[in-house]
């Protein structure tokens, strides 16, 4: 009542405050209290209806230990309770471990292949095998991924061929993305993951849109949304943890806390406690796990997924792991962290060894299978290298098409332009190696 | 509270004490509004304001569209500018519904709502707080088709905003921020004119299968009122239309500053004797450069007026296009009549606008070249 007298577009003066006018106000305030006698035992702000308290008391950053981090396997891969042992069989356990270290072998021959110019950047997975494979095979393959740039594992896990990878990396004809992005840019319609983009987090608050879309369309699918502890601290993360709570969106938060953003540790991005902590304040639901312990990730985003299909709310997974490797071949990381650091993580508590010794202990693999295994994977990436590295890249033409659903005019007035131009200069332009132009 | 209103305590507590013989220099609009008819081909019109016939496109697409979701800020109530009216009770809150305050999140989740197969209508609540979004727009929703290798796409998504002059605005309510998103390319832009022009170009754009961005006249929500066609229509995107044929100099505009250069036009054939072609640009990217190139050819004069600051506006663009293609046809170098460069200031807005006097005055100085 008060509030709407001076909302009005009335101009106030000392005159207006008068005594008559501040008693009918009175008058009417002291009726709403006594209609309600509960008004003094609790807040009723609009935006919090917690409790009173009248101790000063700020709430410290360090007021608990930290979320803890969920685990299923020890360091060395033996199961601590069997009730959590996710009972894979013996061909999903294989696949999942066939899978971590073809991609370990990829990342290998083609972190080399740039060292030697053959391709014109990478990105390893190092140490991160566990979080790609964990949470692949724990979602449908017709959930939607959106990725940051080191999730090729997912990739790997459903099913996108060598050739595929190795043709993007190499920007060649049998590149469906047609050679627009630098290599590791994957993207695929059939596997259900969305092309890569460098800029960071821009994925996040997509991933709620399409979850939202999905959520409208019943499709029984969600969305999950891949993320490093760095990016995390852009702002479109943030709007996108708050959009999947306020609009109720199926879709599944997985941060790969690796350590590092490029150079910068995790005390140089966060004070808080990482990512996990600003879950709940968002109003998601919450887990961190072992990212190293494949059967952790998979159990949690098993759990997760159904939280989000079933209840039409978010989850965030904070997934703790390592980057082995560097941030990508422009990187050398030895100039910020120690040799001796990185070699400590890769000899312990590494998702593929533990993976293996799990494996071993089941009886399901042994050291012929191992050699065996590791020759067929060089094999299988040397010859998919050798025919990608083979191939003519696409038709220079494909730089001006696909900007608009159809090419515009100007757009086509440059390309003439462009031709004629190579026409006449074309000893100056790498017209070999491209397919000729229709 | 009714009855304290109506007391004749509170009628003399609350009599204006100020009265329009105070004012100094009473506020009008620095543009009179030229409506658009219809032929009766059209059929039954209704008269509806720009406000109303954008609600009537949004109203059009969500009942042709199952998929199709309305969302921004206030949204849900009808928005600040009632753009949105009735649309939630008549669709549903999960059709028409209020995001956070966040333009970065909105155009995010914009482009995901698209990619994940369905026509994403966003709002941004005035035009001058779109550039949180600007990451978004130009490096997802813009690249989305081409960097894939057109595996995925955001065709389905348009981002509407009020922009311009509305009197009072200042810096961060008055903006034209068209230019800098016209040099992003696979984006489109549209600015309709008025309510006949709006509901066509904006169901144009929700149906286009590109990334769009339709920039609402603020002023023109209530002023601009025509009789629009109330069956469902499109209008063509890149496409300028003729509203004056003329002879001796070219005008270009968009926008409000249509109506301005329409008057241009009458005060230049009174005052000066001279026929002008005007000449609404519509869309801004893909602009349609052949209707400008040829009238330009024919006239051999042209101005470009914008309320966006001069320097690398989009008149700039204009102009450089028109000089290389039509050089050897011009009797006078192109002249662009726009904001200053300063941020759009509050109570020099009469001083800032490319007013009509402006406009005349370009025309007097290139006919006298």
Same mark, same amino acid.
């Given at each position: 009542? $008060?509030?709407?007298?001076?909302?009005?577009?009335?101009?106030?003066?000392?005159?207006?405050?008068?005594?008559?006018?501040?008693?009918?106000?009175?008058?009417?305030?002291?009726? #709403?209290?006594?209609?309600?006698?509960?008004?003094?035992?609790?807040?009723?702000?609009?935006?919090? &209806?917690? +409790?009173?308290?009248?101790?000063?008391?700020?709430?410290?950053?360090?007021?608990?230990?930290?979320?803890?981090?969920?685990?299923?396997?020890?360091?060395?891969?033996?199961?601590?309770?069997?009730?959590?042992?996710?009972?894979?069989?013996?061909?999903?356990?294989? +696949?999942?471990?066939? %899978?971590?270290? /073809?991609?370990?072998?990829?990342? &290998?021959?083609?972190?080399?292949?740039?060292?030697?110019? &053959?391709? @014109?950047?990478?990105?390893?997975?190092?140490?991160?095998?566990?979080?790609?494979?964990?949470?692949?095979?724990?979602?449908?393959?017709?959930?939607?991924?959106?990725?940051?740039?080191?999730? $090729?594992?997912?990739?790997?896990?459903?099913?996108?061929?060598?050739?595929?990878?190795?043709?993007?990396?190499?920007?060649?004809?049998?590149?469906?993305?047609?050679?627009?992005?630098?290599?590791?840019?994957?993207?695929?319609?059939?596997?259900?993951?969305?092309?890569?983009?460098?800029?960071?987090?821009?994925?996040?608050?997509?991933?709620?849109? @399409?979850?939202?879309?999905? +959520? %409208?369309?019943?499709?029984?699918?969600?969305?999950?949304?891949?993320?490093?502890?760095?990016? @995390?601290?852009?702002?479109?993360?943030?709007?996108?943890?708050?959009?999947?709570?306020?609009?109720?969106?199926?879709?599944?938060?997985?941060? %790969?806390?690796?350590?590092?953003?490029? @150079?910068?540790?995790?005390?140089?991005?966060? &004070?808080?406690?990482?990512?996990?902590?600003?879950?709940?304040?968002?109003?998601?639901?919450?887990? #961190?796990?072992?990212?190293?312990?494949?059967?952790?990730?998979?159990?949690?985003?098993?759990?997760?997924?159904?939280?989000?299909?079933?209840?039409? #709310?978010?989850?965030?997974?904070?997934?703790?792991?390592?980057?082995?490797?560097?941030?990508?071949?422009?990187?050398?990381?030895?100039?910020?962290?120690?040799?001796?650091?990185?070699?400590?993580?890769?000899?312990?508590?590494?998702?593929?060894?533990? /993976?293996?010794?799990?494996?071993?202990?089941?009886?399901?693999?042994?050291?012929?299978?191992?050699? $065996?295994?590791?020759?067929?994977? +060089?094999?299988?990436?040397?010859?998919?290298?050798? #025919?990608?590295?083979?191939?003519?890249?696409?038709?220079?033409?494909?730089?001006?098409?696909?900007?608009?659903?159809?090419?515009?005019?100007?757009?086509?007035?440059?390309?003439?332009?462009?031709?004629?131009?190579?026409?006449?200069?074309?000893?100056?332009?790498?017209?070999?190696?491209?397919?000729?132009?229709? | 509270?009714?009855?304290?209103?109506?007391?004749?305590?509170?009628?003399?507590?609350?009599?204006?004490?100020?009265?329009?013989?105070?004012? =100094?220099?009473?506020?009008?609009?620095?543009?009179?509004?030229?409506?658009?008819?219809?032929?009766?081909?059209?059929?039954?019109?209704?008269?509806?304001?720009?406000?109303?016939?954008?609600?009537?496109?949004?109203?059009?697409?969500?009942?042709?569209?199952?998929?199709?979701?309305?969302?921004?800020?206030?949204?849900?109530?009808?928005?600040?500018?009632?753009?949105?009216?009735?649309?939630?009770?008549?669709?549903?809150?999960?059709?028409?519904?209020?995001?956070?305050?966040?333009?970065?999140?909105?155009?995010?989740?914009?482009?995901?709502?698209?990619?994940?197969?369905?026509?994403? =209508?966003?709002?941004?609540?005035?035009?001058?707080?779109?550039?949180?979004?600007?990451?978004?727009?130009?490096?997802?929703?813009?690249?989305?088709?081409?960097?894939?290798?057109?595996?995925?796409?955001?065709?389905?998504?348009?981002?509407?905003?009020?922009?311009?002059?509305?009197?009072?605005?200042? *810096?961060?309510?008055?903006?034209?921020?068209?230019?800098?998103?016209?040099?992003?390319?696979?984006?489109?832009?549209?600015?309709?004119?008025?309510?006949?022009?709006?509901?066509?170009?904006?169901?144009?754009?929700?149906?286009?299968?590109?990334?769009?961005?339709?920039?609402?006249?603020?002023?023109?929500?209530?002023?601009?009122?025509?009789?629009?066609?109330?069956?469902?229509?499109?209008?063509?995107?890149?496409?300028?239309? =003729?509203?004056?044929?003329?002879?001796?100099?070219?005008?270009?505009?968009?926008?409000?500053?249509?109506?301005?250069?329409?008057?241009?036009?009458?005060?230049?054939?009174?005052?000066?004797?001279?026929?002008?072609?005007?000449?609404?640009?519509?869309?801004?990217?893909?602009?349609?450069?052949?209707?400008?190139?040829?009238?330009?050819?024919?006239?051999?004069?042209?101005?470009?007026?914008?309320?966006?600051?001069?320097?690398?506006?989009?008149?700039?663009?204009?102009?450089?296009?028109?000089?290389?293609?039509?050089?050897?046809?011009?009797?006078?170098?192109?002249?662009?009549?726009?904001?200053?460069?300063?941020?759009?200031?509050?109570?020099?807005?009469?001083?800032?606008?490319?007013?009509?006097?402006?406009? *005349?005055?370009?025309?007097?100085?290139? =006919?006298?070249?």
């Amino acid at each position: 009542m $008060a509030a709407s007298m001076f909302t009005s577009g009335a101009i106030l003066s000392r005159k207006l405050l008068s005594v008559r006018v501040l008693s009918e106000c009175v008058r009417v305030t002291n009726l #709403r209290c006594l209609s309600s006698g509960l008004v003094e035992e609790q807040p009723n702000f609009p935006g919090s &209806r917690s +409790k009173w308290t009248e101790s000063l008391d700020f709430v410290q950053p360090d007021l608990y230990d930290g979320i803890p981090v969920y685990r299923v396997m020890d360091r060395k891969g033996n199961i601590i309770d069997p009730a959590s042992d996710p009972k894979l069989d013996k061909d999903t356990v294989v +696949k999942m471990y066939q %899978r971590m270290t /073809l991609l370990n072998t990829m990342d &290998r021959i083609m972190y080399e292949s740039q060292r030697q110019g &053959r391709i @014109s950047f990478y990105m390893t997975n190092y140490g991160e095998e566990g979080t790609h494979i964990g949470s692949a095979a724990a979602l449908d393959d017709n959930d939607l991924v959106y990725g940051q740039y080191r999730e $090729a594992g997912v990739l790997m896990w459903r099913g996108f061929p060598l050739d595929r990878f190795m043709n993007q990396c190499y920007g060649n004809e049998g590149d469906q993305g047609k050679g627009r992005q630098m290599p590791v840019h994957y993207g695929s319609t059939e596997h259900n993951f969305v092309t890569i983009s460098s800029p960071l987090a821009t994925q996040m608050p997509q991933a709620v849109g @399409s979850a939202y879309a999905f +959520k %409208r369309a019943q499709n029984g699918q969600c969305v999950i949304c891949y993320f490093g502890e760095g990016t @995390s601290s852009e702002g479109d993360a943030h709007a996108a943890f708050n959009f999947s709570a306020t609009l109720e969106c199926p879709v599944l938060f997985f941060c %790969r806390n690796n350590g590092y953003a490029i @150079s910068t540790p995790t005390s140089e991005q966060y &004070r808080g406690d990482g990512v996990a902590a600003r879950g709940p304040a968002y109003g998601i639901a919450t887990i #961190r796990v072992d990212g190293n312990d494949v059967f952790a990730v998979y159990n949690a985003t098993k759990a997760a997924r159904h939280i989000t299909i079933t209840e039409n #709310r978010p989850v965030l997974i904070e997934a703790m792991t390592y980057r082995i490797g560097h941030h990508s071949t422009s990187d050398d990381s030895s100039a910020y962290r120690s040799v001796d650091e990185v070699r400590q993580w890769d000899s312990t508590q590494h998702p593929i060894a533990r /993976l293996r010794a799990y494996m071993v202990t089941q009886q399901w693999w042994d050291e012929t299978q191992e050699k $065996a295994w590791k020759d067929d994977c +060089k094999r299988q990436v040397m010859q998919s290298f050798a #025919r990608a590295e083979r191939r003519h890249k696409p038709s220079w033409k494909e730089m001006f098409t696909d900007v608009y659903d159809e090419v515009p005019d100007h757009i086509r007035e440059q390309y003439e332009y462009m031709a004629a131009h190579v026409a006449e200069y074309e000893e100056h332009y790498p017209v070999k190696n491209f397919v000729k132009n229709e | 509270m009714k009855q304290l209103i109506r007391s004749p305590v509170f009628k003399r507590l609350f009599r204006p004490v100020l009265t329009s013989s105070c004012v =100094i220099g009473k506020r009008s609009s620095h543009f009179t509004y030229f409506p658009d008819t219809v032929p009766e081909s059209q059929g039954e019109t209704v008269r509806l304001n720009l406000f109303q016939s954008i609600n009537n496109a949004l109203d059009t697409a969500l009942a042709t569209d199952n998929s199709a979701v309305v969302f921004g800020e206030d949204v849900g109530f009808g928005g600040v500018f009632r753009c949105t009216i009735g649309l939630q009770d008549k669709y549903g809150k999960d059709r028409v519904f209020n995001t956070p305050l966040c333009e970065q999140g909105i155009a995010g989740f914009a482009i995901g709502v698209a990619v994940g197969g369905a026509t994403s =209508i966003a709002e941004m609540q005035f035009a001058d707080y779109i550039f949180p979004a600007f990451d978004q727009i130009v490096n997802e929703a813009a690249k989305y088709r081409y960097r894939s290798g057109n595996l995925f796409d955001c065709g389905k998504l348009t981002f509407r905003a009020p922009c311009g002059a509305v009197g009072h605005g200042a *810096l961060y309510h008055s903006q034209s921020p068209e230019a800098y998103f016209a040099h992003t390319p696979g984006l489109k832009i549209v600015v309709p004119r008025g309510p006949i022009k709006a509901k066509g170009l904006l169901l144009s754009c929700i149906r286009d299968n590109n990334p769009c961005i339709f920039l609402e006249p603020k002023v023109l929500y209530r002023s601009a009122v025509e009789m629009v066609p109330t069956q469902e229509y499109t209008l063509p995107l890149s496409s300028a239309d =003729i509203l004056v044929e003329g002879e001796d100099v070219t005008l270009v505009g968009w926008g409000t500053q249509i109506h301005v250069l329409r008057e241009v036009a009458d005060l230049a054939r009174q005052q000066l004797n001279v026929s002008c072609e005007v000449i609404d640009l519509v869309t801004i990217l893909p602009w349609d450069r052949q209707t400008i190139f040829n009238s330009v050819k024919k006239t051999g004069r042209l101005v470009v007026a914008h309320e966006a600051p001069v320097t690398n506006g989009f008149g700039a663009e204009i102009a450089a296009a028109v000089q290389s293609e039509c050089f050897l046809h011009m009797e006078a170098p192109v002249e662009r009549v726009c904001g200053f460069d300063t941020p759009f200031p509050h109570i020099y807005e009469p001083f800032y606008l490319p007013d009509k006097w402006r406009c *005349l005055s370009a025309v007097k100085k290139i =006919i006298n070249y």
